[in-house]
């Protein structure tokens, strides 16, 4: 289970929203999990609620008005009830700070953060959920290289030493770029879309045989890098001699696919043979790719006019 505390949470927010800490120091610790995303009922974001309380509770300017319009006996209930529940992990005010000296003391007593923004509050929402979202998703590690090919994530797959690296160099110097090499995080970010990650050991670097530990950013510049990318296409390579293909659709009429955290992914076969130019390969594969989600099948369309010959005869 994927866990992040409050203090990572404002250290990686802290410029893109203008965050500032203001109380509550005491709780840098808390923790939001991970498995809390997988429940639809359960929100770890969102706007006051003091009913059903969001770990992460935002305040802004409707929020702070109704707190405002309470008589002081109700807007102290109102907060005994708030810090009563465990689940409040953080409040984050936007905008109107004027209750900040009322919630300033509770957080103190009770070891909750409290954060402000000068940003609106419902851009912080979405920032933050979308955040929490991707720093607390379910995540698998695989064994393989990604790469950015031709603006699409590819993940290439095969036994070891059957040449997966130098078919990563190769494609970085034709303009392409690298995510992860041996190790790829893949976490699913939504229901059917999954991002591949690069451990941050092994972030720039590109091990291959006979040469060693490659630093492709220093080698190729920043743009041959990517922090990471969505995953669209698996390919997997096959040395030409296995058993498997002498029954393999050469066609590809049939698509294939992968399940990856129960998220279908396209999957390639491409067999390993001298002579082969595996990079032209894997270009031409992303770029069949494409036009496959755009509607367009060349297998289908080379089918349908033999038949329509066929059927002139």
């Known amino acids: 289970m994927r866990t992040i505390t409050i203090e990572k949470l404002f250290d990686e927010n802290k410029e893109r929203l ?4 203001v109380a509550g120091h005491t709780g840098a610790r808390r923790l939001l999990e991970g498995d809390e995303i997988k429940h639809p009922t359960t929100s770890l974001i969102g706007h006051l609620n003091l009913i059903h309380t969001f770990h992460v509770q935002v305040l802004g300017a409707a929020e702070i008005s109704y707190l405002e319009g309470l008589s002081e006996e109700r807007r102290e209930q109102a907060m005994a009830r708030l810090f009563a529940t465990k689940e409040l992990a953080t409040l984050v005010v936007s905008g109107n700070d004027t209750l900040l000296p009322l919630l300033s003391r509770y957080c103190n007593e009770h070891h909750v ?33 990604f790469l ?15 040449g997966k690296s130098e078919l990563a160099l190769e494609l970085i110097t034709r303009g392409n770029a690298l995510v992860a090499d ?9 229901p059917d879309t999954i991002e591949g990650r690069c451990p941050p050991l092994l972030r720039d670097f590109l091990e291959v045989r006979g040469i060693g530990v490659l630093n492709i950013r220093q080698m190729f510049g920043e743009t041959a890098v990517r922090p990471h990318k969505l995953l669209r296409l698996i390919v997997h390579l096959e040395d030409h001699n296995h058993e498997a293909f002498a029954t393999l659709d ?12 129960d998220v279908p992914i396209r999957k390639v076969i ?24 755009r509607g367009i099948d ?16």
């Open 18 to 21: 203008q965050l500032e800490w």
């Open 113 to 145: 953060p409290l954060l402000t923004s000068k940003r609106l509050s419902p851009h912080v929402v979405d920032t933050l959920r979308l955040y929490l979202l991707r720093e607390l998703a379910e995540y698998i590690t695989t064994h393989g290289v």
């Open 148 to 162: 950015d090919v031709l603006e699409m994530g590819v993940l290439i797959t095969g036994a070891s030493a059957i």
């Open 182 to 190: 041996d190790i790829v995080e893949l976490h699913r970010i939504s």
């Open 250 to 261: 050469r066609l590809g009429v049939e698509a294939s696919y992968q399940d990856i955290l």
């Open 270 to 293: 491409i067999p390993v043979a001298a002579g082969r130019n595996l990079a032209v390969l894997v270009e031409a594969a992303v770029r069949n790719f494409v036009l496959n989600r």
């Open 298 to 313: 060349s297998t289908q369309e080379f089918i349908e006019r033999h038949r329509q010959t066929l059927e002139s005869e």
